[in-house]
């Protein structure tokens, strides 16, 4: 028995993972097994009854806590879009673009998995969007199927470290950090791996271009009457919406001076961005729309098609992510803004359909529910295994390791790698970061950096061979039969589960090796995250100093000609010293002292 109580927290974590290996769903799991060893505490003295009676106020709090509004909103805005046919002329689009050269369709193929990414959060609707369409292409010109099936998968996979991403909202939440600051850490990250995939298949096309062939000419539609391929109009058009963009940027200033009546001096880098960004966006369509209008016969087929095709969901991400940068949103606010600009998209490409909306709400219903269950589930047991002194034995089992910082993060960052083979994001987010939390934030960790880093590495959750999600989802819309093509009328052969395992083996080597880079080089992070000011308080005190004697030398009379005093003596104030100011408390120095000097 007190082999029990000297050890029961881990103990109780033991438990969890038999639950776990039970096959019990998590959610359950992680709900009986903290009752389960809460009572079994209350029996042994270690815990009080009034721990139980918490619980309540617990659930209730979830309920109250309006950042998870984000999941269901992000969540359907991503249907929408992907249900209403978004996806499809993306892919179709682009790859006409991007075809004429070798890898060109596995370009396509990551650029718009980025793109959906950006729009829709949600990795099964990137990776089956993508496999429905996309694959079949790709077969059907002579693409390698291992290379074909990784590229999809990992690109779907973009959804989960590129925000809108559903497991940075997560992670926020549980790390008590802000979910606008999650998102601007993860900016950078998410496409630098986006260039590291494509950096892949540019080197597979230079030294293995059997493998990714470009599209024959017969099969390039988008073509000028003449037979051109119409890229020049098109490179003609980004220029003049990329320097229009420029300009504004650099004179950002000077229209906020106009638009105000005031001078203004400098405008803050996000703003400036987002804002410039989205006035060459709009140029560009301004232009096509007019050349469509009065038939000037300015652009080409490609550069109109590519307008109308991708400026859309680009001037949604500008709604979303642009006003939550911009500090005009919150992410819930801007998710429900996203939710109602998806709509109307899909209202105006005329896709927009009672049942399309039922099976959207539907999916939504279904996830949310999902997550609040496992979040349940999770704070009941995070509330017993904190009762127990629970995190205190993780701290000491992780404080313990030898080398730091460096050395905690090696360790659960292979931890996190091992685990994901096993659980998803989801669980990991819920029951693995709560405990790594308070050990990081000991060690002097910036948790948003850690947070981006988490994702980065959970993001392998969905690839690793044999029990990654997207490699099930493409394998559920991949042939595994040889079928007669209906463009070419040759026999396609199936795409096997072992081509897609070995497909996905390489992104997983470039998710690895960007978790090394975020680590050896922080800045990837924390540049995109505005830093907090920081105040010198010897600076302060010595100011606040100085205005309490300078207020008291006003206050004083002047002293008497016959008095015994000098001229230039005057009393000794009552308090020559400042107030104690304790180095760890962070205030606006100008409020401290105009109240000091008011008093």
């Not at 061979?465 to 559920?476: E, I, K, T, V």
């Not at 207020?551 to 003596?569: F, I, K, R, T, Y």
């Amino acid at each position: 028995m007190e082999f029990l109580t000297h050890n029961f927290a881990p103990i109780m974590f033991a438990g969890l993972i038999v639950f776990l290996l039970m096959g019990f769903p998590v959610a359950f799991s992680l709900g009986a097994c903290g009752l389960f060893f809460g009572f079994v505490g209350i029996e042994l003295g270690l815990l009080p009854e009034a721990l139980i009676q918490a619980l309540p106020l617990r659930l209730f709090g979830i309920m109250q806590n309006d950042t998870l509004l984000a999941i269901p909103f992000f969540t359907l805005m991503g249907l929408i879009l992907e249900r209403s046919g978004m996806a499809e002329d993306l892919l179709d689009t682009i790859g006409q673009l991007f075809g004429p050269i070798r890898g060109g369709l596995a370009l396509a193929v990551i650029f718009v998995g980025a793109l959906l990414a950006a729009t829709t959060g949600v990795v099964a609707a990137s990776v089956i969007s993508m496999g429905l369409i996309s694959l079949p292409i790709m077969l059907r010109y002579g693409y390698d199927r291992r290379i074909a099936s990784g590229v999809i998968a990992a690109s779907g996979t973009l959804a989960q470290i590129i925000p809108p991403s559903l497991v940075l909202i997560i992670l926020a939440d549980q790390l008590g950090r802000s979910v606008g600051d999650m998102y601007k850490g993860a900016f950078l990250p998410g496409f630098l791996l986006t260039g590291f995939y494509a950096g892949y298949v540019i080197f597979l096309a230079i030294f293995k271009p059997r493998r990714v062939p470009a599209l024959p000419l017969e099969a390039r539609i988008f073509r000028e009457p003449g037979g051109s391929s119409g890229t020049p109009s098109l490179l003609l058009l980004t220029g003049v919406s990329a320097g229009a963009a420029i300009f504004l940027g650099q004179h950002m200033a000077d229209v906020h001076t106009w638009w105000s009546g005031e001078p203004v001096v400098s405008v803050p880098k996000d703003e400036t961005i987002v804002v410039s960004l989205c006035a060459g966006v709009m140029l560009a369509f301004v232009i096509a729309v007019v050349n469509k209008v009065t038939r000037l016969g300015l652009l080409s087929r490609m550069a109109e098609r590519v307008t109308f095709v991708l400026i859309p969901p680009l001037l949604l991400i500008f709604l979303v992510l642009g006003t939550i940068f911009l500090g005009v949103a919150t992410p819930t606010e801007g998710g429900a803004m996203g939710a109602l600009g998806a709509l109307v998209m899909a209202l105006a490409r005329g896709r927009l359909s009672f049942s399309l909306l039922r099976q959207a709400l539907n999916t939504t219903t279904k996830l949310s529910c999902f997550v609040v269950f496992i979040l349940i589930g999770s704070t009941i047991f995070s509330l017993v295994f904190q009762g127990v002194d629970g995190p205190r034995w993780v701290e000491h089992l992780l404080t313990s390791l030898p080398g730091g910082q460096v050395g905690f993060l090696i360790v659960v960052n292979i931890m996190i790698f091992f685990l994901a083979f096993f659980l998803d994001f989801f669980e990991l987010s819920f029951i693995i970061v709560p405990l790594l939390a308070p050990v990081a934030q000991k060690l002097g960790i910036d948790l948003i950096w850690f947070g981006v880093l988490l994702a980065v590495n959970m993001q392998t959750s969905f690839m690793h061979p044999p029990f990654g999600f997207a490699l099930f989802y493409l394998r559920s819309v991949a042939p595994n039969l040889p079928y007669i093509d209906k463009l070419t009328k040759k026999q396609i052969q199936p795409v096997t589960t072992m081509q897609i395992y070995w497909g996905a083996v390489p992104f997983v080597v470039i998710q690895i090796i960007m978790v090394g880079l975020i680590i050896a080089f922080p800045g990837i992070v924390s540049n995109g995250v505005e830093k907090a000011e920081v105040v010198d308080m010897e600076k302060i005190r010595l100011q606040m100093e100085t205005d309490i004697n300078q207020s008291e030398s006003a206050e004083m009379p002047a002293p008497d000609a016959g008095s015994g005093a000098g001229a230039g003596a005057m009393p000794e104030p009552e308090s020559s010293a400042a107030p104690a100011v304790d180095d760890k408390d962070l205030f606006k120095p100008s409020e401290g002292a105009a109240s000091d000097v008011k008093k």
